[in-house]
């Protein structure tokens, strides 16, 4: 079974109803964040040089963030119940006004019938009533929607002069190299599963490697493996009969290789300068950090483990090469 089917499988499951009381426990729970004057005057207060008084800008709209996200979580609670409610309500009517059109066969149908109305009247009665406060309830939840949006608009306006220059572009640069990390470790990943893939086929088909990436699909979940998370001008395929060579980052540089040449590089990422080796591990950087440990032998790429210093191999100067690579 695949990873489609299991995701259907699971949306098809049945939404358990929320406990009773929890709209209750809940609402004694929430604790709303102070007003914009009173956070002020407090802050003003703080001594000079205070972590709360640089932090509570962040602080106050994370709090009224929360607060807000659980006041929606509740109405969303209400307004299914109330849903639900109406629904059982219009059945019952329903069920009422079929039974009432049937005939009786009792001999004092008069009684019957006569009783038989003021029951409905009484039920009539009684729904449009319970209707009344239903829509009462859904007027005032919409109402209070409305105001959670309208305080969440202002809390995502960020507040001036909370950083000074310096910070922010300290913040952004953090950021930014942080979310290179993440790619770089991702890529290695991708090059990890690659290897994997390629060792699986060759011990399911002989004792050389695939000729081409099309050829170990089957080894491999999803072609979303095949792009490098920092190469932003491919898209991954949706699947593998909508794969062309433009959704692939990696360079295929060991088609049909033996398993007798561990230390042969099978794929390169010319984007991190990761490289995955035959034997299935991948040295991270070695093309841009350390282009001297991969040589060259009868147009082949190899890794040298040595650290002395060996015969650079060419590295590509675009970041974008031939998708599926060619030996170089």
Not at 147 to 172: H, I, S, V
Request: proline letters at 10%.
């Amino acid at each position: 079974m695949n990873t489609p089917e299991l995701e259907n499988i699971l949306r098809l499951a049945p939404k358990p109803a929320p406990p009773a009381g929890l709209k209750d426990r809940l609402v004694a729970q929430l604790r709303l964040p102070a007003a914009e004057p009173a956070l002020q005057t407090s802050v003003a207060t703080l001594p000079p040089g205070s972590w709360l008084r640089r932090w509570w800008p962040l602080l106050a709209p994370a709090a009224a963030s929360l607060a807000c996200a659980v006041g929606l979580a509740l109405q969303q609670m209400e307004i299914r119940g109330l849903k639900q409610a109406i629904q059982d309500l219009s059945r019952d009517s329903a069920a009422l006004a079929a039974a009432l059109s049937t005939p009786t066969m009792q001999t004092n149908d008069a009684v019957s019938a006569t009783e038989a109305v003021a029951r409905t009247q009484q039920e009539v009665a009684r729904l449009k009533e319970l209707a009344g406060q239903l829509a009462t309830e859904v007027t005032q939840l919409e109402q209070l929607r409305a105001q959670n949006a309208k305080l969440r608009t202002q809390l995502e306006a960020p507040p001036a002069d909370f950083l000074t220059p310096e910070e922010t572009e300290g913040l952004a640069k953090a950021l930014a190299e942080a979310k290179e990390k993440a790619e770089a470790i991702a890529c290695i990943n991708n090059l990890k599963q690659l290897g994997l893939s390629a060792r699986i086929w060759a011990a399911d088909n002989g004792p050389l490697g695939p000729p081409d990436i099309l050829s170990m699909t089957n080894e491999m979940n999803t072609p979303k493996i095949l792009v490098c998370p920092g190469d932003k001008t491919r898209a991954a395929a949706k699947n593998w009969s909508s794969y062309t060579s433009a959704n692939c980052s990696y360079e295929y540089l060991a088609p049909s290789s033996p398993d007798t040449e561990p230390s042969r590089v099978l794929f390169r990422c010319p984007i991190h300068g990761h490289v995955g080796l035959c034997d299935g591990s991948v040295q991270g950087y070695i093309a841009k950090r350390h282009p001297e440990r991969l040589v060259q032998r009868d147009g082949k790429l190899y890794f040298e483990y040595s650290a002395q210093p060996v015969q650079a191999a060419p590295t590509p100067q675009s970041g974008n090469p031939p998708p599926g690579g060619a030996n170089p």
